[in-house]
């Protein structure tokens, strides 16, 4: 069978995965959605949960893409350093399967001192060039548990950065002294602007965090919403690494939407023009792009 005959495509994160059936032409066929991530599967059973993707949508050829190649997933695929374009990461998958079930490499830029790496994302924007949703010398910010702001040059990752935001915002919300005001959504509006513009322009983040609750003791917090502030103060402290590594011009912002909402509202108040692409479509241009290059 032929990659162009029909394969399925799956985005294996840490705590939930994405497949989808996709046939002759691009067409999508079928989708499934659950949370078992990576972290969800027992030691020697990731077999079973693919064989668990094929009832679903077919026995069908597949690339796994994400963390079920990192060193906690299933079989470490090994990083394709930047400058990395869509041929680099076809030659690269690792067969588990020949020529039937490969796992996608993630990409690692490394510059002086500094070091970084992703997996999943990648994928998505090598497809939203394929697809022109992205220019081939664009900025892409991708909002994630960790946010990747990348720079592309010629449709290839010339260098990117990682921002533990939404990791952080996670762990105030479930496991800081915090907990009991994050309660509630993040949402733009005066209390995220207010904490953007905060964390953009000050270098307070960590003494920052912990007045969210000293105003809210000390009854200064009258009509702001906590979890929106903090937010705020998360994603203001990130555009301001982020915006020092980007490119000038237009910021792409590439995700799902309930993140890429939140940073269209901050990069706004940073004044920067933003365009926001749906991951899950650029996702599958991905894939679609990377098993053209398996014919």
Known sequence: MRWSD????????????????????????????????????????????????????????????????????????????CPAGADELARAIHWVEPERLGIVPGVSWTEHEQADVMRGEEVQLFGAVASNMVGPVATVCHPGTHNKWVRLEGGRILGFRTVMTGEIFNLLREHSILADLLAEPARPGDSFAAGVQRGFAENDLIADLFSVRARALLGKEEGVEAASYTSGLLIGADLAIGLRFAWHGEIVIMGRPELTELYAAALALARRETRVVDGEQAFVAGAIHLAERLQ
């Open 6 to 81: 029909g394969f399925i495509a799956v985005d294996w994160g840490t705590t939930n995965r994405r497949a989808y059936a996709i046939g002759p032409g691009g067409a999508r066929l079928g989708e499934m959605e659950d949370d078992l991530g990576i972290l969800s599967v027992p030691k020697g059973g990731f077999p079973e949960a693919v064989a668990a993707i094929r009832d679903r949508l077919g026995y069908l050829p597949m690339l796994l893409a994400g963390m079920i190649g990192s060193n906690r997933g299933w079989i470490e695929a090994p990083y394709v350093p």
